[in-house]
C-alpha cells in the first residue's frame, strides 16, 4: 500500500487548563506554557530535541514546514513559540501554535493505528502530569471551535496520480464530505495538490471516538487504494503512459534549469513509474526523499539562503541530476 499511502499523521491539539488560548496569552504565560510542557514530556522515554523557534530563520521554518514537521502557519511563530521534536522527526510537538499543545505522529505508509498508539501514550504522559482544558459536554476545548471534541486530525497523505488522469479525483473528493472526511492539498488546508499528492483526513471530532474516526478513515482510505490501483492498471498499459513516465525522467535527468511545479509534476510521473516497477532503478522511497529535498526552503537551506529564484530553479535541477544519474 506504500506506492500509493505515502505517510500517516495523527495530530492532537491541546491546552492548559490554567491559561488562556494562545491569542491572548501574554509573553510570560506563553513562556510557562513552553516551560511546563517541555517540563511534563520529559517524563516520556521518548527523546524529544528542543527548539526555541526564535532562534530559527525564516528559511528553516519554510524547510519544516515542506517536511510537515510543522504547520504552514507555525511558520511565522517566534518569541514565545518552541518545537519538540524527536531524532527521527516522527513526533513533534508545536507548543503556542492555534493551541498550547500540537502533538503530531508521523508514520510511512498507511499505519493509523500505530501513530495513535504513540500519540495517545504522549498525551497520557500530558494529562498525567498536566491539568488540561476539558469538559464532559465538548471534550478537549479548543481555541478553534472545529476541533472540539477529541480535537484529533488523522491524515493519510496520498498518491493519486492514475485517479487524477482518469478525472475521477474531483468527483471522489466532492463526496468524501458526506463520510466526514475531506481532502486538502499536499501542505493541508488552503494547500495545492502538486504532482497528484492529497492529503486526506478526518473532518468531524465531536461527537465522534477517536477510534471511530480512526477508523473510518482506515476504511475510505483503502478503498481510495483499490481504486487508484485498479486505475493504475488500465493507464498503464497505455504505451503513452510509458513514454510519459520515461520523459519525465529524462528531463529530471538532464534538465538545467528547473523550477517546483514542473519538478513535482515530473517526480509524480516517475513515482507512478517506480511502483509499477517500470524503474527497476528506482524505489518509491527514493522518490519520496527526493521530493522533499527539492522543496523551495530545503533547496535554499542547502545552496544558500540568498539565492534568487532562478538560481535557486538552477540548483534543484544540479540535485535532480546528481541523484538520478
Known sequence: MSEVAVST??????????????????????????????????HSDIRLNFIDMATLTKVQKLSLAERHIISPEFVEAGEGSALLV????????????????RLQVIKEGLALKEAYETASFLDDVLS????????????YLTQCPTNLGTAMRA???????????????????????KLGLIMRGLYGEGSKSYGAF????????????????????DNVTKQLISQEIRARDKILSDIAVEDKISRSLGILKSAYVIDHSEAMRLLSNVRLGAAAKKL???????????????????ILLKYGEQLSPRERDIKRAELLRERLN
Open 9 to 42: 499523521r495523527i495530530r492532537l491539539a491541546r491546552n492548559l487548563k490554567q491559561y488562556p488560548f494562545v491569542s491572548r496569552l501574554s509573553k510570560e504565560d506563553r513562556k510557562k506554557v513552553v516551560e511546563e510542557v517541555r517540563e511534563a514530556l520529559s
Open 86 to 101: 524527536s531524532d527521527d522527526n516522527t513526533v513533534a510537538v508545536m507548543l503556542n501554535e492555534e493551541d498550547h499543545i
Open 128 to 139: 498525567e502530569h498536566l491539568e488540561l482544558a476539558f469538559t464532559e459536554r465538548l471534550g
Open 155 to 177: 491524515s493519510v497523505m496520498l498518491h493519486l496520480p492514475a485517479l487524477e488522469e482518469s478525472g475521477a479525483l474531483n468527483r471522489i473528493s466532492t463526496n468524501l464530505s
Open 198 to 217: 492529497a492529503q486526506l483526513s478526518n473532518q468531524v471530532s465531536l461527537g465522534i471516538s477517536e477510534q471511530a474516526a480512526i477508523e473510518n478513515l
Open 280 to 298: 527497476s532503478t528506482l524505489s518509491t522511497e527514493s522518490i519520496d526523499k527526493l521530493i522533499a529535498d527539492v522543496q523551495p526552503a530545503s
